[in-house]
């Protein structure tokens, strides 16, 4: 397994999580929003991360979920962590990382140095902060491809432990990590074919990429 921690996300298929394991991920990240192509329904979700070994993280990703939503996930032990993906305020954050007793990550939507500056607001509330790149109005939260100004990160401590999301792939990850230091990555579109459709060499080669850089 790489230094720098992988959660490959987006997987909705037996393959590409047996493929993420292998490649040496250290979480796996599942979708559970019905306007993604990468959502995968409760069922399947837990299906999927069950199917893991024990020592890789398995992420449910979630956007502005209600209770009853999360509690359809969560209960089986599949799940080893919460990625809230939307508008949840500090307060949304830490009643649910109380009411559903798990690690909850809080992504953070970054265009300036003031999105980064704003997250630690979630200091006490999240487990972790993932700085993904602001996605247009009317799209998708996540999973767009998109990078933002990695220098952004350049000299900032973040009060919480945090991973760099957006527009990754093995072509660039060795530069975004070298620019910021980031000590997880997180990817989804730049191990696809196609949104929704993973590429198991693409995770080998992200994968691999990392654990060169
Ligand atoms: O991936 C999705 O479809 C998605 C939909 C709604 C909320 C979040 C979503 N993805 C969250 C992730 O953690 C992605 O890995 C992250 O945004 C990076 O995506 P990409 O830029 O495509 O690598």
């Not at 995968?40 to 939503?69: W, Y």
């Not at 792939?169 to 074919?193: F, H, K, M, Q, Y």
Request: aromatic share 4%; glycine share 10%; charged share 20%.
């Amino acid at each position: 397994m790489s230094r720098i921690a992988i959660k490959t996300c987006g997987l909705s298929t037996p393959e590409t999580v047996g493929a993420a394991v292998r490649a040496g991920a250290s979480h796996l990240g599942f979708i559970h929003f019905p306007k993604s192509p990468r959502h995968v329904d409760a069922d399947r979700m837990k299906a999927l991360a069950s199917a893991a070994p024990s020592h890789v993280g398995r992420v449910a990703v979630l956007v502005d979920a209600d209770d009853d939503q999360i509690a359809q996930l969560t209960g089986t032990g599949a799940l080893t962590a919460l990625q809230l993906h939307g508008g949840e305020s500090p307060a949304r954050v830490a009643a649910i990382r109380q009411r559903f007793a798990l690690p909850v990550w809080k992504a953070i939507s970054v265009k300036t140095r003031a999105d980064i500056d704003a997250a630690s607001a979630y200091a006490g509330a999240a487990d972790l902060l993932l700085f993904d790149a602001k996605t247009p109005e009317g799209t998708l939260p996540g999973g767009m491809g998109l990078r933002f100004d990695w220098t952004l990160l350049r000299d900032v401590s973040p009060s919480l432990p945090w991973g760099l999301s957006g527009g990754l792939s093995a072509d660039n990850v060795c530069e975004a990590i070298r620019l910021t230091g980031a000590p997880l990555v997180d990817v989804s579109s730049g191990i696809e074919d196609a949104p929704g459709i993973k590429s198991v060499d693409k995770i080998m080669a992200f994968c691999k990429a990392v654990s060169a850089c």
